[in-house]
């Protein structure tokens, strides 16, 4: 298995541009999530997803859109880039409601000018 | 306010001498208390899940420990290895995790 996987690991943006941040799982996982972690903020959750078709907003949604098409797949899209949105992104899966453990994946890197 | 507070922020250890972090919460109908590994520039590694008052996990030279209001990270004899950060995160009915700032851990031989 390879668990949670990102794509890209570093990208640069420019104010107003748009672009998807790619997250895959492996496990079958019926739970996943976006969060973005910031010096000193600590991860902070952006969406979720409970299962294909299902999503929900979660602390930090604004500038942010999801969708989960298929189990495995959970895009996350910028719709005009800020540099308020520079930071690191992490995608997370899990297995059920009732088992909180996340498997993260190794992050996406996102700096705004 | 926080509702996951971690303490101390930064922790500097020599190789062997035992300490503690720390994670409080104030959250109600506490569902789970989760500890991560997170290393530089990589996402976070689950280590545990403590559900109840009085439950303990341990992994190698990690402790876990829960009470109603707090959670301790017990770490005994640490090598440079176990430099990181050490994120606390609990999940509270009806909600996603919430994560604390982090503990970073350095140990020096």
């Known amino acids: 298995n390879a668990g949670v996987t990102q794509t890209p690991k570093f990208q640069v943006l420019k104010t107003g541009q748009s672009m998807t941040l790619q997250c895959a799982q492996d496990?079958?996982?019926?739970?996943m999530s976006w969060y973005r972690q910031d010096p000193g903020m600590g991860l902070r959750l952006i969406h979720y997803s409970v299962g294909a078709g299902i999503t929900d907003q979660g602390e930090v949604p604004n500038g942010y859109n999801v969708s989960r098409s298929t189990t495995e797949d959970f895009p996350l899209r910028l719709l005009s880039a800020a540099p308020s949105q520079t930071s690191v992104y992490f995608c997370?899966?899990?297995?059920?409601?009732?088992?909180?453990?996340?498997?993260f994946g190794p992050g996406t890197r996102l700096t705004v000018t | 306010e926080d509702q996951v507070t971690q303490s101390p922020e930064a922790l500097r250890l020599q190789e062997g001498e035992s300490s503690s972090l720390n994670c409080s919460y104030t959250?109600?109908?506490?569902?789970?208390l989760f500890w991560y590994r997170q290393d530089p520039g990589k996402g976070p590694e689950f280590l545990f899940t403590l559900y109840s008052a009085g439950e303990e996990k341990e992994k190698e030279r990690l402790k876990a420990t829960l009470t109603k209001k707090e959670s301790f990270l017990h770490i005994t004899a640490p090598k440079p290895e176990d430099s990181a950060t050490y994120l606390c995160a609990v999940y509270q009915a009806g909600t996603a995790l919430i994560f604390g700032k982090g503990t970073t851990l350095s140990v020096s031989s």
């Open positions: 496990m079958n996982h019926e739970y």
């Open positions: 997370a899966s899990r297995s059920s409601f009732s088992s909180h453990e996340q498997y």
């Open positions: 959250v109600s109908g506490l569902r789970g």
